[in-house]
T-cell receptor
Framework: AQTVTQSQPEMSVQEAETVTLSCTYDTSESNYYLFWYKQPPSRQMILVIRQEAYKQQNATENRFSVNFQKAAKSFSLKISDSQLGDTAMYFCAFTPSYSGAGSYQLTFGKGTKLSVIP | DGGITQSPKYLFRKEGQNVTLSCEQNLNHDAMYWYRQDPGQGLRLIYYSQIVNDFQKGDIAEGYSVSREKKESFPLTVTSAQKNPTAFYLC?????????????FGDGTRLSIL
């Protein structure tokens, strides 16, 4: 079974500053995908970024980037130039990449509540 | 615009009553999912379906039932056997492709007990 741990229940950052959210996971799978989802106060889950475990290059999407360390089973999210609209819950999620029953199950961490302060 | 529609936004259940949460998507996605979210918790998978007329249990399927008679629709019934149904329920969908695909979520339904 996979587990995903987000050790920071709440964080805050000043507008325009940079913040890093941590995520660690435990799995015996060799190939898998990792995701960061954002849930603003409106409650809709929005995909922020994803990383395939066999790719060594860290994924980047505009102001969002990850630091993926496979050996350490760590997948942190860096938000640069933080904006007020980044205020949300952020969830780290894992899924193995084999096909068959259960291949699309996402395992989520408990989330980190990020507040961007003006 | 394509998307996922969940209804109702708020739902109240009486003791011993079954209630059904609706989830409709017009994204032409084959796979659909139901998650439960409790305060301070991540999402937990209830049921998922990769194709019409087929679905599998997730981690917390007890007390819930689903059907998948149409590609666009994946309703979730919370039965009276679910003793603690108060939660936020999220429906999602994705394409079925090589490897896991990003899931697109609806706006959710908040279920409370009267």
């Amino acid at each position: 079974a996979q587990t995903v741990t987000q050790s920071q229940p709440e964080m805050s950052v000043q507008e325009a500053e940079t913040v890093t959210l941590s995520c660690t996971y435990d799995t015996s799978e060799s190939n898998y995908y990792l995701f960061w989802y954002k849930q603003p106060p409106s409650r809709q889950m929005i995909l922020v970024i994803r990383q395939e475990a066999y790719k060594q290059q860290n994924a980047t999407e505009n102001r969002f980037s990850v630091n993926f360390q496979k050996a350490a089973k760590s997948f942190s999210l860096k938000i640069s130039d933080s904006q007020l609209g980044d205020t949300a819950m952020y969830f780290c999620a894992f899924t193995p990449s084999y096909s068959g029953a259960g291949s699309y199950q996402l395992t989520f961490g408990k989330g980190t509540k990020l507040s961007v302060i003006p | 615009d394509g998307g996922i529609t969940q209804s109702p936004k708020y739902l109240f259940r009486k003791e011993g009553q079954n209630v059904t949460l609706s989830c409709e998507q017009n994204l032409n996605h084959d796979a659909m999912y139901w998650y439960r979210q409790d305060p301070g918790q991540g999402l937990r998978l209830i049921y998922y379906s990769q194709i019409v007329n087929d679905f599998q249990k997730g981690d917390i399927a007890e007390g819930y039932s689903v059907s998948r008679e149409k590609k666009e629709s994946f309703p979730l019934t919370v039965t009276s056997a679910q003793k603690n149904p108060t939660a936020f329920y999220l429906c999602a969908s994705s394409i079925v492709g090589t490897g896991p695909q990003p899931q697109h979520f609806g706006d959710g339904t908040r279920l409370s007990i009267l």
